[in-house]
Antibody, heavy 121, light 107 residues
Framework: EVQLVESGGGLVQPGGSLRLSCAAS????????MHWVRQVPGKGLVWVAR????????NYADSVKGRFTISRDNAKNTLYLQMNSLRAEDTAVYFC??????????????WGQGTMVTVSS | DIQMTQSPSSLSASVGDRVTITCQAS??????LNWYQQKPGKPPKLLIY???NLETGVPSRFSGSGSGTDFTLTISSLQPEDIGTYYC?????????FGGGTKVEIK
């Protein structure tokens, strides 16, 4: 079964840091592009970041560029999101997401259950 | 960034009704448009990709159409299990964006 399981969320003070992890299983992780998408509870979806299959190419939403870093460890089948200089507006559920196929990019067919990040003093 | 505008923001319809949700892009995105369904407390689920292709396992009452800037998701006969929020998403631009969502309820 294809599965994505996020972890690492929690409560952090403004200006603080947090690293999210996403453990992938049931598919060949190292050939898929991966993404992070976030959602404020009760609000809409916002794409955060993308990483290609070997980690050489990354892209970020303007709202997180320079503060967040997406990375992956293909040997561990794990995706990461390092979040620094966190702000209240970063409070959201963060989803780990997989591309539909290795050639159909930016179309999300597999989602994790999400991990909640709360930035508050 | 490409802005995606969905309408309506919410709707209430009866079981068996034909439901139409529209999504408008701020610029031409050809057919680089996907539709997702999200139920409360769950992650989104891919319904339609490339504007009109039905994802495997999705009931045939769902269909997508459109190209350029104007797109439509249609549920031909609304069922109770179709309640939730629907989102469009463009992938023409490197920076991906979603529409604001359309909440579908049963009357």
């Amino acid at each position: 079964e294809v599965q994505l399981v996020e972890s690492g969320g929690g409560l952090v003070q403004p200006g603080g840091s947090l690293r999210l992890s996403c453990a992938a299983s049931g598919f060949t992780f190292n050939i898929y592009w991966m993404h992070w998408v976030r959602q404020v509870p009760g609000k809409g979806l916002v794409w955060v970041a993308r990483i290609d299959s070997d980690g050489r190419s990354v892209n970020y939403a303007d709202s997180v560029k320079g503060r967040f870093t997406i990375s992956r460890d293909n040997a561990k089948n794990t995706l990461y999101l390092q979040m620094n200089s966190l702000r209240a507006e970063d409070t959201a559920v963060y989803f780990c997401v997989r591309d539909k196929t290795i050639v159909i990019h930016d179309t999300f067919d597999t989602w994790g259950q999400g991990t909640m990040v709360t930035v508050s003093s | 960034d490409i802005q995606m505008t969905q309408s309506p923001s919410s709707l209430s319809a009866s079981v068996g009704d034909r439901v139409t949700i529209t999504c408008q892009a701020s610029q031409d995105i050809t057919n680089y448009l996907n539709w997702y369904q999200q139920k409360p407390g769950k992650p989104p689920k891919l319904l339609i990709y490339d504007a009109s292709n039905l994802e495997t396992g999705v009931p045939s009452r769902f269909s997508g159409s459109g190209s350029g800037t104007d797109f439509t998701l249609t549920i031909s006969s609304l069922q109770p299990e179709d309640i939730g929020t629907y989102y469009c998403q463009q992938f023409d631009d490197l920076l991906l964006t979603f529409g604001g969502g359309t909440k579908v309820e049963i009357k």
